[in-house]
């Protein structure tokens, strides 16, 4: 190897060990394994094996490594072996030699260098080869070893995971799009077929629309996994989340936030109905949203409509794809009047969108043809830019659905009672006779029209709701009777077209 290479590769360590990636994440989850061990001029051009046990019901491992002495030149590569060593079927799982500080094997998806696959308990060794160092320096390394036991840390620690950014605010995301892994497909190089679509197009299409976040929803695979990988240290300004379509035969719905295989056979001996498999993705900690529930279920689209043979409980699901690509001007598929039907009954789920797209270099929509990535976008106010944060402010209903996609379009609703503030998704409690101050927030939406809607039905209350500017807020006085009720923004467009959908505020919920 040059002095070149060698060069190069201290340079991306000391990167590595500078960043803030490996500073914030060793504090953020216990390790279950660390491992110690000094090095010397004798050990220059040799191997070491690093033994750990690895205990039954592991399905994740990830390693921390760093070392000293790198100023004296020193250099430690690093790789992975499983129980049976280099002649198992899946003894040897990767090497990655001083590309690599931080590196995951689980089943679904594992580090670029390393191959996923079964974590069988037993004897598992760190590899570490010592191209360098010189006789007379010494040097130390550390190992810091997680594993993920349950469905809590099964996308593994923060340090494989980090923010990409650690502010609160809006962030604009596409939550529902196929690519090569399941039905999406593409023009190939020459244009003279479709092929499966390299779900790198799909990022870089997202990147290309201004998303912060996109989640990879193939039918029912979690393959796409192992690709986000790979393409997530590179585009650190987009979140890639794990997601999948649980496509059966009467109905279909996202699972996003959660890595592990799903049984998705509604209808079968394992899984005999939808509520089965509500509860089984329950304990996995993830979110579940119905999509487009109102398609037809025929042979245009079969299973897509949601039709379950047996009522299902609806407080196993999160969300609704209230708005899925075109569909907002499409009334007759709308999902707005399904999720609102739901809301009404009681059930706090949260309305987002999805463009449901399956062509990723599609980049205006005909009739027939796939709508491009980011139409419509979800907007979700979150703590930080992660996947835990995302989902959470989905959980917490702190979303609205830009229909059209746009990069700056904002709606917000507030309501204050008393001493209670609420955003959208919350409730606050309002005793008869008390009122409640309701805000609406636009941006970007200037000569557009509010339109508030309570409870399933327009009303019209003592303001304007025209959009006058760039940037408005407009209030009114809600009397309330003490009941529950729920109430919500919608902005139209000067011809009455559906611009943005909100999420209510719950009085009395």
Not at 164 to 173: D, F
Not at 324 to 348: H, V
Request: aromatic share 8%; hydrophobic share 40%; with cysteine.
């Amino acid at each position: 190897m040059s002095a070149t290479f060698h060069a190069t590769r201290r340079r991306l360590l000391r990167l590595f060990l500078g960043s803030t990636l490996v500073a914030a994440s060793f504090c953020a989850m216990a390790q279950d394994r660390i491992l110690h061990g000094d090095i010397d001029g004798r050990d220059n051009e040799t191997y070491r094996s690093v033994p750990f046990d690895v205990p039954p019901g592991v399905t994740r491992i990830t390693v921390a490594f760093d070392y000293t002495g790198i100023e004296q030149h020193t250099t430690v590569d690093l790789g992975l072996l499983g129980p049976d060593g280099f002649r198992g079927q899946d003894g040897f799982r990767g090497w990655s030699g001083g590309s690599k500080h931080v590196f995951t094997v689980s089943a679904t998806d594992a580090t670029p260098s390393y191959l996923p696959g079964a974590i069988r308990p037993g004897r598992w060794t760190l590899l570490l080869g010592i191209p360098n160092i010189r006789n007379n320096a010494h040097a130390s390394y550390t190992a810091r070893v997680w594993f993920a036991h349950d469905a809590a840390t099964a996308w593994g620690p923060d340090v494989l995971n980090p923010p990409l950014r650690k502010e609160a605010g809006w962030y604009r995301g596409d939550l529902h799009m196929h690519g090569a892994h399941s039905d999406g497909s593409c023009t190939n190089q020459s244009r003279a077929q479709r092929v499966p679509c390299p779900l790198f197009l799909t990022v870089e299409a997202a990147v290309n629309r201004g998303l912060d976040f996109i989640a990879l929803s193939d039918h029912n695979t979690v393959s796409q996994f192992n690709d986000i990988r790979e393409l997530q240290p590179y585009f650190d300004r987009l979140l890639l989340m794990p997601a999948r379509e649980l496509t059966t035969f009467s109905g279909h719905a996202n699972l996003f936030g959660a890595s592990q295989p799903v049984d998705f056979r509604v209808g079968s001996a394992s899984v005999p109905d939808w509520n089965a498999l509500l509860r089984n993705v329950s304990t996995l900690h993830g979110v579940i949203s119905i999509n487009h529930a109102r398609r037809p279920d025929d042979e245009t689209c079969m299973g897509c409509g949601w039709a379950p043979k047996d009522p299902v409980d609806m407080h196993l699901v999160q969300a609704i794809e209230a708005v899925n690509g075109p569909d907002a001007i499409r009334p007759a598929l709308s999902g707005i009047p399904f999720w609102q039907n739901q809301i009404s009954k009681g059930y706090r789920l949260t309305a987002i969108g999805g463009s449901d797209n399956h062509d990723a270099k599609s980049v205006v929509y005909l009739p027939g043809s796939s709508i491009p990535i980011g139409t419509p976008t979800t907007v979700v106010h979150a703590r930080e830019l992660s996947m835990p944060a995302i989902l959470d402010g989905i959980r917490a209903g702190h979303v609205f659905i830009d229909v059209q996609g746009t990069r700056d379009r904002m709606l917000d609703l507030t309501a204050r009672a008393g001493d209670q503030t609420a955003e959208m998704g919350d409730a606050l409690s309002a005793s008869a006779g008390s009122t409640v101050k309701i805000t609406v927030t636009t941006s970007a939406l200037a000569g557009d029209h509010i339109e508030i809607i309570a409870d399933g039905k327009t009303i019209q209350p003592n303001a304007d709701l025209a959009i006058h500017g760039a940037q408005q807020s407009a209030s009114f006085d809600w009397s309330s009777d003490g009941k529950r009720h729920w109430v919500r923004a919608n902005v139209l467009g000067t011809g009455g077209e559906l611009l943005m959908v909100g999420n209510p505020i719950y009085i009395n919920g």
